[in-house]
């Protein structure tokens, strides 16, 4: 099973600021890592899939990079709807597997 | 537009076998894998499993003993099995599809006596 590492736990950023989330992969996953976002009560929505490529409809100021076992998840400009938990999600392997999720709180 | 939309009872006891369903609208059912996956209250994601239309199966060993996802094409659903409940079992679960396929809406299941 291939473990995801998220990190930081917990993230404290002002609105507006730029946020840089990580998840690192126990072994390859070559591009077959999404990152979701999901607020409290709600299912975990789809923002980037491919490790880079935007979900239809997700703002420009999500981003992705990284291939392999380095991925990093960037919000340019925190809005008040981006505080959150993230995850990180692995489909290249089976079973698929999920980081421990980023918590992004306001400063 | 796609839809996931589940559902199942959400209060079982203990050795009781949880059953959900989940009906896909809007997209092609075949040549696609679709999951389950679930989360515990306060936890991270888990994969349960998926199946796709011919009725082949991949699932989590974690849980592989006690679980059975099966498939009616002619409906375009799919169904998740869990025998042997335990209160360890309760949690949100959700159907799943294709990456880019929003969730299914999530239906609480809660093992209790």
């Known amino acids: 099973e291939i473990v995801m590492t998220q990190s930081p736990a917990t993230l404290s950023v002002s609105p507006g600021e730029r946020a840089t989330l990580s998840c690192r992969a126990s072994q390859s996953v070559n591009s077959n890592l999404a990152w979701y976002r999901q607020r409290p009560g709600q299912a975990p929505r789809l923002l980037i899939y491919?490790?880079?490529t935007r979900a239809t409809g997700v703002p420009a100021r999500f981003s992705g990079s990284g291939s392999g076992t380095e991925f990093t998840l960037t919000i340019s400009s925190l809005q008040s709807e981006d505080f959150a938990v993230y995850y990180c999600?692995?489909?290249?392997?089976?079973?698929?597997?999920f980081g421990q999720g980023t918590k992004v709180e306001i400063k | 537009q796609v839809q996931l939309q589940q559902w199942g009872a959400g209060l079982l006891k203990p050795s009781e076998t949880l059953s959900l369903t989940c009906a896909v609208s809007?997209?092609?059912?075949?040549?696609?894998?679709w999951s389950w996956i679930r989360q515990p209250p306060g936890k991270g994601l888990e994969w349960i499993g998926e199946i796709n239309h011919s009725g082949n199966t991949n699932y989590n060993p974690s849980l592989k003993s006690r679980v059975t996802i099966s498939v009616d094409t002619s409906k375009n659903q799919f169904s998740l099995k869990l025998s042997s409940v335990t209160a360890a079992d309760t949690a949100v679960f959700y159907c799943a599809g294709p990456i880019t396929i929003p969730w299914g809406q999530g239906t609480l299941v809660t093992v209790s006596s």
């Open positions: 491919g490790a880079s």
């Open positions: 999600h692995q489909y290249n392997s089976w079973p698929e597997t």
């Open positions: 809007g997209a092609s059912f075949s040549g696609y894998y």
